[in-house]
């Protein structure tokens, strides 16, 4: 009883007119303001169904027929310069060939003409070995290589779990530890507040 005294004589008037004035102002602006987003959306005006409309597609030019796949030039017709995307293309094309010929990947056409010409089987056969081979090579060497990565990473991760494991422990016997001293200290203060009630 004495805290809800002591409660109204520290309540002053001035803090509950404040509090008082600042609520009305809050509720006054709230139901009394423009209530922009609330307000419908404006209508329309009404349209005939067979007014002209708007199409968009009427301002692309459209390409005329020119070849190429579709029956239409390949090249954007935005392109200024059609000539150069050709020149380009061209490039590129005689460029891959070079590639080709250059680091001797065989075509279709040399095994034809190598098997017309009568390469010896045996020469064949070496061919086909040695690209095996090498390939059985390449597999091999990314084996071991996966392995020992493999095994790299075994022994990281068990070496991270026996740390965890130390750590955990240790965390465990600290909480312990902690939970038994405020076991005792709240022991300890419910006697004291049990001596103090018997006084």
Do not use: H
Not at 62 to 78: E, K, M, T
């Amino acid at each position: 009883m004495k805290k809800a005294m002591n409660w109204l004589k520290n309540i002053r008037p001035l803090k509950v007119l404040t509090v008082f004035l600042a609520g009305m102002f809050l509720f006054l602006t709230q139901a009394c303001g423009d209530p922009g987003t609330a307000t419908q959306p404006p209508k329309p005006e009404a349209q005939s169904p067979y007014s002209k409309r708007y199409d968009p597609t009427k301002d692309y030019p459209l390409s005329s027929p020119a070849g190429g796949i579709n029956n239409f030039s390949d090249v954007d017709p935005r392109a200024k310069d059609e000539k150069a995307a050709n020149d380009r293309g061209d490039a590129m094309a005689k460029n891959a060939q070079r590639n080709v010929d250059e680091k001797g990947v065989n075509s279709p056409g040399e095994y034809g003409r190598n098997y017309k010409e009568g390469t010896p089987l045996g020469e064949r056969v070496k061919n086909l070995g040695e690209d095996i081979g090498s390939s059985a090579e390449e597999v091999r060497k990314g084996v071991v290589k996966g392995t020992q990565r493999g095994i790299e990473n075994i022994k990281g991760n068990t070496q991270n779990a026996a740390d965890d494991v130390t750590k955990n422990v240790q965390r465990g016997a600290e909480d312990a530890g902690k939970n038994v001293q405020r076991g005792a200290e709240d022991a300890g203060n419910a006697v004291k507040r049990t001596v103090k009630d018997v006084d």
